[in-house]
């Protein structure tokens, strides 16, 4: 059953719990090792998609190196060959960055992160400056013009390059070995994963969406941790943990 499926895989509110503040994540000590078992059932065919930097992503996944695409398919690493974002290819959004920095300075809770060719504006810890926040977004969104676009997320909205997306990502591994002529399996939990679910529906695959919310994904899930244990056991006794005709 192994060699029919290529299991791509959200990080943020899918392999992991959502947190306040973006760099206060911590993955399961069991997870790296689950993961890794289910990559070499799947013949190298997993990979982590999310809108996180791939320097982050392996850091938190040290000392294990799988594929990634990081800053929503900006970055990615298909079979070990690495392509990471410059920053300095985009100087208009290094300045709207530090604009943006100046514009939130007194605003408590609203947290910049900027991922050097994207930057995100968080007010989790500040709800009540959720309309505040998505105005300087969008804001900033039309001074760029039409060469980025704004992602929608859980508390969150990022401004990043218009050619990145989770759907267009997936779809280029799909065209790469080992991925290829498999069929997709995309875990996600939110407005940034839809267009990946989308891609992955297009293909025939299965789409699995994590926790609550309107979604096109075909099967749900309810927790981070639900999904850990299901992983856990695919990749101890080689089945599908989801229920999903057998194509």
């Known amino acids: 059953m192994e060699d029919k499926y290529a299991l791509f895989l959200d990080f943020d509110g899918t392999l992991v719990d959502i947190v306040e503040r973006p760099d206060a994540v911590s993955v399961d000590p069991a997870l790296p090792e689950i993961l890794l078992h289910l990559q070499e059932r799947l013949g190298g065919a997993l990979a982590i998609v999310s809108g996180r930097p791939v320097a982050f992503l392996d850091h938190h996944f040290e000392p294990h190196r799988f594929d990634m695409a990081g800053l929503h398919g900006l970055e990615q690493r298909i079979a070990g060959n690495l392509h990471l974002c410059d920053p300095q290819e985009h100087p208009q959004l290094r300045r709207m960055v530090e604009r943006l920095q100046k514009v939130v300075a007194e605003r408590p809770g609203i947290l910049i992160e900027d991922k050097g060719c994207s930057v995100a504006i968080h007010w989790r810890l500040a709800p009540q400056e959720k309309e505040f926040a998505l ?19 859980k508390a969150v909205a990022e401004i990043l390059p218009s050619a990145a997306g989770k759907g267009k990502v997936i779809e280029r591994f799909l065209h790469s070995a080992p991925y290829r002529g498999r069929r997709p399996i995309f875990v996600g939990d939110d407005l940034t994963d839809e267009n990946g679910f989308k891609t992955v529906n297009a293909f025939g695959g299965v789409s699995v969406r994590i926790g609550a919310g309107e979604t096109i994904a075909k099967i749900r899930l309810g927790t981070p941790a639900d999904l850990r244990h299901c992983l856990s056991g695919w990749a101890s006794d080689g089945l599908l943990p989801f229920n999903v005709d057998d194509r």
Not at 141 to 149: C, D, F, N, Q, T
């Open 135 to 153: 105005s300087t977004a969008h804001a900033a969104v039309e001074a760029l013009g039409s060469e980025y676009r704004l992602q929608h997320g």
